[in-house]
DNA sequence: CCCTGAAAGTGGCATATGCCACTAATTAGA
DNA sequence: TCTAATTAGTGGCATATGCCACTTTCAGGG
């Protein structure tokens, strides 16, 4: 077996994790793509959709990204009408965010896509080991990688 | 526990990698970045010293990454001087590239930091269980999500 | 040797993500 | 109550990634 014919194989926790993130990603946006949603779009569609207008601050808490980065991955979607902000009524400095009408149409549509990509990935690793897989992984954006120096109690 | 004190647990598996994908990078970039690369950039320095005066395509296939996005993500490591390139002497559509003086003493440099991530990462996951978790990333990587439809044999 | 089709990159355009510097709105204190 | 510290977002800037339309080279078939 040449070495050039599989992956980099890098002992890089990082750039594993990154090298497989790239192509489930393409998988799951070719196949949702039918909906005009990369995959990202649809996750943060859903996550909108099982939250009860929530803050952003609570989107990218649970999404485990950072807030302005959730801001300008939320542009498009309210830009095309998917996705509507409005302020919170008691903490002017809360703005929360709900699906519009065609958000919901748009993320059930997806839903139908999704779930093809999201079964087609079960039946090659198992829907066992797909379970293992995230388990593994929300263990891992679930970290705490103590802060650098310092802060500690007291 | 409150719910809102875990991640947003989705049953989707391309949102749970890229979640995992998100708290890593950005922990393994916090400990690399004193060299002044973000993780991306030291995986791709590092693939490209591993590599034989690599083709583009090669280092493309390798990290799974498509070739565009490769070349973007080369630029900012060729106008630093860490990576330089050239034309194939057999083929001059092939582009080669290689790690300046510079870009290795940069890699060696970085290497140190990400060991300590490196370890600090599989201190707390355990060795083990980090390398189960890139054998399984590295399945998902090489997986071959058929073609969409045709393309069937003869 | 010329023409056609495949192969390797490039550039443009759009989304994905982060960090930092700021602004606005709240809350904790004196 | 007026001010300092904190909290929630925004905007700008830079990298990360992909797809698509081209351009340049090669490899073949006549």
Redesign the interface.
């Known amino acids: 077996m040449t070495k ?1 014919a ?20 393409r ?2 946006d ?1 196949v949702i793509s039918p909906s005009g949603l990369k ?2 779009q649809y ?1 943060l569609l ?2 909108i959709y099982v939250s009860n207008e929530p803050a952003m601050g ?1 989107i990218a ?6 807030l302005s980065a959730l801001g300008h991955t939320l542009k498009p979607l309210i830009r095309d009408g998917f996705v509507e902000a409005f302020a919170d009524k008691d903490d002017r400095r809360v703005k929360r965010v709900r699906l519009t009408r065609q958000g919901l149409a748009k993320l059930e549509e997806a839903t139908k896509l ?1 779930s093809i ?2 079964q ?3 039946t ?2 198992g829907t066992q ?2 379970a ?3 388990a ?8 705490d ?1 103590g802060p ?1 120096e310092a802060a500690l109690p007291d």
């Open positions: 050039t599989m992956p980099g194989f890098s002992p890089c926790n990082n750039a594993t994790l990154r090298r497989a993130a790239r192509k489930l990603g998988f799951y070719d995959g990202t996750g859903y996550q609570t808490e649970a999404m485990v990204m950072d999704w990509a999201q087609r990935f079960e090659m690793v080991r797909a293992d897989l995230r593994m992984l929300d263990e891992v954006a679930a970290l990688y650098p």
